[in-house]
């Protein structure tokens, strides 16, 4: 499991060196072009960058959350999803509980935040506590305190910052250059190479246009070979990869999209909060694997519920090849088996049902948007806004006047 | 001189590989005891939850004396095993997880237990406490396979040997305890 966490760390450090270099490469395009001094652009971005950075390191997560409108719940508020997370906590064996947020959004998704894991967040919408039941609920936040287990929340937000740099860059870049040419050109035609200095403003021009694709890409290749990791461990901190397959089957099932979601934050969702109808399999250009992929390879992982079984079962879902897992990690770890579905010892008809789980759930988004309940002598529960001058409601049911 | 150079660059090197070696070694096995702790934090809570479960259950199983007793009894014969060692201690605890199953088996006849809100949220409790119990075993387990490994493996060996590294036991349930072992399911 540890073996698994470096190796992958010294890959994901070379791509993103690669996308830092990249970075570093318009900085000294852009300074030879507007300020004769490659070294003077150069510095500039790394600045740029170094300061987004910091921003993303320190604020991160709460500029994420707070844009995901996520609220921040107690054990008591949803005890069932905080033992959830608890039990994930313990069988990652992370260090400290996670805080747990819930989005007020019928879409079915989910992410983890945090800078890594002495300090991180798991956001889940209301629309998947309660459409999952609790093997399948386990199985997403298995997925997501994996991602942080990983620290592949600090490294995609990284990259992410990576990325929006290299982007604004070439953008402002490329439309100087337009406005430039048009308002009588550049003022560096003072010096003297005039040749060499056209080579330069033209492979400086072909990387503004090629940088931020190529940047794209590398992050979306992170992020992919990231998904299948955490897929990975959420079978092995579970034992049951069916839970998480069937929780991804219910995901791609339901078609609402999630109001909050930003291209910068699309890589930490259990799924793509952008996706769209009938991508093709091999898609490079999306932060995640498909889903029916995910669920094909969970679902043949039928020996064990190791990295060697997850590694497997993705060799024969793309009919060979190398896996995804390196072999260290497998060697590193004994066989490890499954368990039985907790339905099978007829957990699912003690355990809160559809109906009751929507319930609860949307009860709890009232109370935290400070709504009083007041439960009316006939049975009907009454949601009180908090801004309501009344001393009293009438119960739209049986017709009591409730006090408040 | 060069010579000089060389032995002195041996035994830098020779240093660094076993300053490093120990530290990975007290790490996992700093591991080990954690992981350790954390068993028994979540088998606590199990015993903690016990008295409220037979509370709640007295009131609807007039006729279930001696299975509330039963179990009664093993927790307290757990709570004693409680630092008697790996071995005792988790004899103790499939006994508790017997008596509990059996406790659970019976709770199908009486339907007002099963649907009281008081019950269904102990339920919650030991439903997720039984899944902490096997996990946080499964990363014990996890955890000394790590450190056992580096005790036995070759190089890391002669410095666990030197300084005095045991492997350590795996917390073993038989098969035929795992599947008495409490799917909390009160049905």
Redesign the interface.
Known sequence: ??EQIRSNQIRSVILVAAMAVLLLLIGYFLGVAFMDNGIGGLVIAFVIWAVMNLIAFFQGDSILLALSRARKIKRDDH??LY??V???K????LEKMPDIYIIDDPALNAFATGRGPKRAAVAVTSGLLQKLN?DELQGVIAHEVSHIKNRDVLLMALCGVLLGTIVILAWYATHLLFFGSMFGGRRSSSSGGGQAQLIILAVGIVLMILAPIIAQLIYFAISRKREYLADASSAL?T?YPDGLASALEKIAGSTTQLKSANKASAPMYIINPFRKKGRAATDLTSTHPPISERVRILRSMAGGASFADYNNAFRGVHKGGKGIISASAIA???AVGL??A?QE???R??E?GKVERSRQVSDLMWQLNNYRTITCDCGTKLKVPPKLKKSSVKCPHCGRINNI | MIAVYIIIGIVVILLFFFFGTYNSLVRLRN?VKN?WA?IDV?LKRRHDLIPNLVETAKGYMRHERETLEAVTNARNLAQKAIGTGVGAQSQAEAGLSGALSRLLAVVENYPDL?ASQNF??L???L??TE??I???R??YN??V??YN?KTHMFPSNIIAGMTGFKASEFFEVTVAEERIAP?V???
Do not use: V
């Open positions: 499991m540890w005890p069932r033992n959830i608890e039990e994930m313990i069988a990652s064996g609790r901190y034992r590193s770890a004994g368990r039985a907790e010892d007829a957990m008809e003690t809160p | 591991r992981a954390q979540q099963k269904l949220a339920q919650e409790e439903t997720s899944n902490k096997s996990f946080s499964q990363f996890d955890s396979l790590n490994n799917k399911s009160f049905t």
